[in-house]
């Protein structure tokens, strides 16, 4: 209950009625019937001030003001709209001044039938504040208080859900405003890839054409570097021989030179040997023109192979941007799945949050459905208000019409009890005077009485003493 302390004890709420075989319809109540000092704790909790007097001694007013206050408490009904309340037609009236009273107490009777009817008491009626007693009060306070804590209960819950539906709606808010951006990035994503993918896939072909090649390349390289490695082998061992041979040619020159000075010379056997010199060193010349021919293509492969290189190098490093681009491919494909299944996640924890949500609307339909419910029997009794209403009015009419009659009347009444006013003293002071008459007779009759029974009691005795006198005589005889 909102701005009022807790209550404690039993909650329930509701009654019903039970028929007993040949006995007229009782009502049963559900709530447990409270007695002196829980009442008065539990309005002192709710702030009503009750004393234990006013609890057993109960009067109109007093009933009044706590009926009001149990009013304004739990229906919200002030003491402004008890004093002054909307009814329509009320100046159709000839004199609408002589039933505001009369309004007032409907007004105040329709509010307590409607809180009655919540809390259980279908039998309340205008005799429980207009006549009150103690165990009749001592029940309705109870039916109300059960009343009061049921609401208490029901709308910290109902408060509870309204907070939590209020928290899920914005959770529910949020959750579709990042899903709504996942889902724009999500397609600017989708729509560069779909731009990107025509270039992917001619670097993904090109790619696989460069491996291609890089591969029969890589082949041709190791052949020809075994090649370049036995001709450089080959070239090493004929510069090996040249210069050898050169060294060799070098001393056969010394030794020539040597011989010669000490020989006598054959010009036809030194030309002979000078021609086979000659000879060899042709043949050498020759094969040193050879292996330097092989050698420069050897060298011009070489280049071409540096070249070859130089390009598998340009290769290598748009295979390095084209295997960069796929990483950032797949990148964005991960950052893709990965939004994919975030947005999954929020689908679920958004379906998640619309089953809670149906579920708090479920319970707000049927809190609302029984509002519905409570305000069509109020509009129910609001009809049989307005309609005992016009017939109050009737009614209201109709007394006046009889009170002016009355009034007609207690003035003829009022001249004929003047009259029989003064027969009456009349007839009490005849009255009084044939009393003091027949007093003074009986007292009268009363002496004359006393004074017969005196002389007949004189005469019973001397009968008696003369009898006893007579009887002593005889027995003498």
């Given amino acids: 209950m909102s701005g009022r302390p807790g209550l404690?004890?039993?909650?329930?709420?509701?009654?019903?009625?039970s028929y007993g075989s040949g006995a007229p319809p009782q009502v049963q109540y559900s709530f447990?019937?409270?007695?002196?000092?829980?009442?008065?704790?539990?309005?002192?909790?709710?702030?009503i001030p009750v004393s234990e007097d006013m609890l057993k001694k109960p009067n109109v007013d007093s009933v009044r003001r706590m009926f009001e206050q149990f009013l304004g408490f739990l229906l919200e009904v002030t003491p402004e709209e008890l004093s002054q309340p909307e009814l329509h037609g009320l100046e159709a009236l000839q004199y609408p001044e002589l039933h505001e009273e009369s309004v007032q107490l409907i007004a105040f009777h329709r509010s307590m039938q409607k809180l009655m009817d919540a809390?259980?008491?279908?039998?309340?009626?205008?005799?429980?504040?207009?006549?009150?007693?103690?165990?009749?009060?001592?029940?309705?306070?109870?039916?109300?208080?059960?009343?009061?804590?049921?609401?208490?209960?029901?709308?910290?819950?109902?408060?509870?859900?309204?907070?939590?539906?209020?928290?899920?709606?914005e959770r529910k808010v949020q959750l579709e405003?990042?899903?709504?951006?996942?889902k724009a990035r999500l397609e600017t994503l989708l729509r560069e890839r779909r731009a990107h993918e025509p270039e992917v896939n001619e670097l993904q072909e090109s790619i696989r054409t460069h491996i291609t090649e890089m591969s029969h390349l890589s082949s041709q390289q190791a052949v020809l570097q075994n090649e370049i490695q036995e001709l450089k082998t080959a070239v090493a061992e004929i510069s090996d021989k040249l210069a050898e041979t050169k060294l060799t040619l070098l001393n056969e020159l010394q030794e020539k030179s040597r011989l010669q000075a000490q020989i006598v010379q054959s010009p036809d056997r030194v030309r002979q040997e000078i021609e086979f010199m000659q000879e060899q060193i042709d043949e050498e010349s020759a094969n040193v023109s050879s292996v330097e021919q092989r050698s420069r293509a050897l060298e011009k492969r070489s280049e071409a192979l540096e070249q070859c290189e130089d390009?598998?190098?340009?290769?290598?490093?748009?295979?390095?941007?084209?295997?960069?681009e796929m990483e950032r491919l797949k990148n964005i494909q991960k950052e893709t799945k990965e939004q994919r299944s975030r947005i999954l996640e929020q689908e679920n924890e958004r379906h998640a949050l619309d089953l809670s949500e149906a579920h708090i609307a479920r319970q707000i339909s049927s809190i609302e459905d029984r509002v519905v419910k409570v305000q069509q029997q109020a509009r129910e009794r609001r009809t049989g208000a307005k309609t005992m209403l016009q017939q109050l009015r009737v009614d209201?009419?109709?007394?006046a019409r009889d009170k002016r009659g009355m009034a007609e009347k207690a003035e003829a009444n009022w001249q004929v009890t003047q009259e029989t006013q003064i027969k009456i003293r009349e007839l009490k002071e005849s009255h009084i005077e044939n009393v003091t008459a027949l007093t003074n007779k009986y007292h009268t009759l009363e002496q004359s009485v006393l004074r017969y029974h005196k002389?007949?009691?004189?005469?019973?005795?001397?009968?008696t003493n003369h009898q006893t006198k007579g009887q002593q005589e005889h027995q003498f005889l």
């Fill in 8 to 17: 404690h004890g039993h909650n329930q709420h509701g009654g019903a009625q």
């Fill in 32 to 47: 447990p019937i409270l007695n002196s000092s829980e009442i008065l704790l539990c309005m002192s909790e709710l702030q």
């Fill in 119 to 169: 809390s259980g008491i279908p039998d309340f009626s205008m005799r429980d504040y207009l006549y009150p007693e103690f165990q009749r009060l001592r029940r309705l306070l109870s039916g109300v208080i059960n009343f009061a804590k049921f609401r208490e209960e029901r709308l910290v819950r109902f408060q509870e859900l309204a907070v939590k539906s209020d928290g899920i709606q």
């Fill in 177 to 182: 405003q990042e899903n709504a951006s996942l």
């Fill in 311 to 324: 390009e598998l190098r340009e290769l290598l490093k748009i295979m390095e941007d084209c295997e960069r």
């Fill in 396 to 399: 209201l009419d109709e007394a």
């Fill in 455 to 463: 002389q007949l009691f004189h005469a019973m005795e001397r009968a």
